[in-house]
């Protein structure tokens, strides 16, 4: 859980740096369906990037001068006696993600439900052409469309049809409540991260430009649907994952419909993309590999790290702080957990890890316990003081 609590906080770092150039070089250019096509891809890279290393930089931090060592087994025995369990702050973080995400899921789940439910409630008539359901409402609904289906009410229909049907034809055309339902996928992945819901609402924006743009493009009159998007502006409650007629703001739709189209060399601002992908592959590779180092391990040491006081003040130590996990007791589980760490030229302690577990709550006990423990006496090599990687066996006895 851990390595994909590390996995998911990288794909918010690529989404933030990908998205925050978008919004200072493209948010104001007519390029709407290259813009959207931006906002996707930067969802898609976000997730992709962390996933990707290169060679050459893991090769580079592949080479250490640490030598190696292993300690002898220090044994920690208990006779029924109840300790207090330890809970490391990554297995909060991970429950407080886990809790976030499933309440970020099901506020989706059941908005979706509702919407789907309501689309066929009240309906007067569906009338059906080109794959396209047109279910008209007795209820005085704002104007939406969810996939195929256009939800509008009967005086809307009466009275501004043409338009309207347009519009959300439009949306249905250009396929947007796919993008919806993409995006709420990723919002349940990183709901922690406010650049993705500011990237939820720009994709709306985008959303509702392209369906304006097509209207006007069928020959409307400009002045007559700004009006209507006036009159449509304020209306009951709307569904978040459908595209309603009304959804972006009134006054940066008619700024974009009568803006000045982008002068088509402003397509080269979607090259910053390249290097800031890069960016983040160097950044994502070498946060993976940063405990990933390929030791270089001697059969001898000349001058071992030595603990403070000695071997028998790191049993002592050991002994004093280790914390038997009660789900351990209560379940009989015991067992040898080897641990490796390295000892650095200051003689302090980094780089812990586990070579060898028996159960997750012993693991992370005594990945704990080795993360407390004070600075070493460096270990010397030729004279010198070097990295010493040690492996130590920490045995969990019940008596």
Avoid at 34 to 39: D, H, K, P, S, T
Avoid at 245 to 266: D, G, T, Y
Avoid at 326 to 347: L, P, R, W, Y
Avoid at 368 to 388: A, D, F
Wanted: with cysteine.
């Amino acid at each position: 859980m851990e390595n994909w609590i590390t996995y998911i906080m990288e794909c918010a770092f690529c989404l933030a740096l990908l998205y925050l150039p978008f919004v200072g070089l493209l948010r104001k250019e007519t390029f709407f369906q290259y813009n959207r096509y931006a906002l996707l891809a930067i969802t898609v890279l976000s997730f992709l990037l962390p996933l990707i290393s290169i060679p050459e930089i893991t090769s580079q931090l592949g080479h250490s001068e640490t030598l190696s060592i292993q300690l002898d087994e220090i044994n920690v025995m208990i006779s029924g006696k109840v300790l207090s369990e330890v809970v490391s702050w990554k297995t909060i973080l991970s429950v407080i993600y886990l809790l976030g995400a499933v309440a970020c899921m099901i506020y989706k789940m059941t908005d979706l439900i509702r919407l789907v439910r309501f689309i066929p409630r009240g309906c007067l008539w569906v009338q059906s052409e080109n794959g396209i359901h047109v279910h008209c409402h007795v209820h005085n609904v704002v104007p939406f469309s969810w996939m195929n289906h256009i939800v509008i009410s009967e005086k809307d229909y009466e009275e501004n049809g043409k338009n309207i049907l347009l519009h959300e034809q439009a949306h249905i055309a250009c396929k947007h409540s796919w993008d919806v339902l993409w995006l709420s996928f990723v919002e349940v992945l990183q709901w922690f991260n406010p650049f993705v819901w500011m990237l939820s609402k720009e994709m709306q924006d985008i959303h509702e430009y392209e369906a304006d743009m097509s209207v006007l493009h069928q020959g409307i009159n400009a002045r007559d649907y700004q009006l209507l998007i006036i009159q449509k502006v304020v209306g009951s409650g709307t569904y978040a994952l459908a595209n309603n007629f009304n959804h972006s703001s009134l006054k940066k739709r008619i700024a974009m419909m009568v803006k000045e189209k982008s002068n088509p060399w402003a397509r080269m601002k979607y090259l910053y993309l390249f290097p800031i992908v890069a960016i983040c592959m160097i950044a994502c590779t070498q946060s993976s590999q940063s405990n990933a180092t390929e030791y270089i391990s001697y059969e001898a040491v000349e001058e071992k790290p030595e603990y403070p006081g000695g071997m028998g003040e790191l049993s002592t130590f050991l002994g004093r702080n280790l914390r038997y996990p009660v789900v351990c007791q209560d379940n009989g589980i015991q067992g040898k957990v080897i641990v490796q760490f390295v000892v650095n030229k200051e003689g302090s302690v980094e780089d812990v890890a586990v070579a060898t577990g028996v159960d997750p709550y012993l693991d992370a006990e005594a990945l704990r316990i080795v993360k407390m423990m004070p600075k070493w006496k460096p270990g010397k090599h030729e004279g010198k003081e070097v990295n010493v990687k040690c492996t130590i066996p920490i045995g969990f006895t019940l008596q």
